[in-house]
């Protein structure tokens, strides 16, 4: 793995689906993973499809 990307997220189910696709859009030849930490929202937030 050349590049970690983690993202911390409180209550983001409105925001977090552009931000992993903006992420994805990226042009790279660099190996990543996407990591997801979640403090606990009281929304949708976990629900997203990654």
Excluded at 22 to 38: A, F, G
Aim: aromatic residues 4%; negative net charge; glycine residues 4%.
């Amino acid at each position: 793995m050349d590049v970690s990307i983690i993202i911390p997220t409180l209550n983001e189910e409105k925001s977090i689906g552009s931000y992993l696709d903006s992420i994805r859009s990226q042009e790279t030849t660099l190996k990543y993973e996407i990591i997801v930490c979640d403090g606990k929202s009281n929304d949708k937030t976990v629900e997203v499809k990654i």
